[in-house]
């Protein structure tokens, strides 16, 4: 912006002539062009500061804050895994009521008593306070499900000991050794190998080496060890309260009609022998004559973890051996 110059007429010379101002007007203009750029600048600051800049509490509150959050995450997840094992064995538990005490399993009001399994997952748009409720939450819904879980292996404890008789003679561990857990088919309709359309498999078959060994999975008596038609060399095994299990397709057969045998004893070894496209174990499981899924049957000999991966391979493995 261009200076203002004043001009003032002067009738003794004739002319226009310049006009200074004083000291004073100088000095005046100067500290009003100082002031009022200060106050410009300090507004600057300000707004700038506040919109910006982070004070070093809020910077450290905002980290300890990130913090919380990551730690959060992390609980929420450990929790999740919690929920998941709970889940496994809820299943097992389930199970051990149905299939070895023919009992009703504990009903949900029972394990949950009001509390909500289903649990809200948006957790990056709760409030901290929001946070801690939900955790909070979580964390009673997770004790009052062991607290249930404790109150069932008690009862069973008390069942089995009542019935420990029963309890030696129903199947419960798988019948091959655990490294040699392959599930090639599982219970259920299956393709067939040797005659092709649809059928029913009546029990699960284990593929291993010809000579893997093979084991009874309750205490009782032989009653057949010899080579039937389709099934090749075949072990029943008659374990008394209406259960039976089949082995077949046995390279070699360690046990006699008549003999008593125990759970866990070997009686006898893996093969292809009858309507076999290759080494396995047709196992079966039989409670009245009607074959049971044997993969309700594994307790005592496999984790949680194998339990779970034992049903997934049970389900999707669609390929008969035998």
């Not at 062991?146 to 309890?167: C, I, T």
Request: with cysteine; glycine share 6%; charged share 25%.
């Amino acid at each position: 912006m261009s200076k203002k110059i004043f001009y003032r007429y002067n009738p003794t010379t004739d002319n226009y002539e310049r006009v200074y101002p004083s000291l004073k007007k100088r000095i005046w203009s100067v500290a009003r062009h100082i002031v009022f750029g200060l106050i410009i600048g300090i507004v600057i600051f300000f707004l700038f500061s506040k919109l910006y800049l982070i004070s070093p509490r809020e910077q450290l509150l905002i980290e300890e804050n990130r913090t919380l959050k990551a730690q959060y995450d992390v609980l929420q997840n450990r929790l999740d895994d919690a929920h998941k094992i709970m889940d496994i064995l809820q299943n097992r538990d389930d199970n051990f009521y149905r299939v070895m005490m023919q009992m009703d399993p504990m009903s949900r009001s029972q394990r949950y008593s009001g509390l909500d399994k289903e649990r809200n997952q948006d957790y990056k748009k709760f409030s901290d306070v929001a946070l801690m409720t939900e955790l909070t939450q979580q964390v009673s819904l997770l004790e009052r499900r062991l607290y249930a879980q404790s109150l069932s292996f008690e009862h069973l404890r008390e069942m089995a000991y009542k019935q420990k008789d029963k309890v030696r003679c129903i199947p419960a561990i798988v019948p091959v050794p655990i490294k040699s857990l392959k599930i090639s088919s599982g219970f259920g309709y299956r393709r067939d190998p040797v005659y092709g359309g649809t059928r029913f498999h009546s029990g699960i078959d284990f593929s291993d080496a010809t000579g893997t060994p093979i084991y009874a999975t309750a205490d009782g008596v032989v009653a057949a060890a010899a080579w039937a038609s389709g099934y090749g060399n075949k072990v029943d095994i008659d374990h008394g309260y209406n259960y039976l299990t089949r082995y077949a397709h046995l390279n070699k057969i360690d046990v006699k009609p008549g003999q008593t045998v125990k759970r866990g004893q070997k009686i006898g070894e893996m093969g292809s022998t009858g309507k076999s496209t290759g080494p396995h174990l047709h196992y079966e499981v039989r409670f009245k004559d009607e074959p049971q899924n044997p993969v309700n049957y594994y307790y005592l000999d496999v984790t949680p973890e194998q339990y779970n991966s034992l049903i997934e391979s049970a389900e999707n493995a669609g390929f008969v051996m035998d």
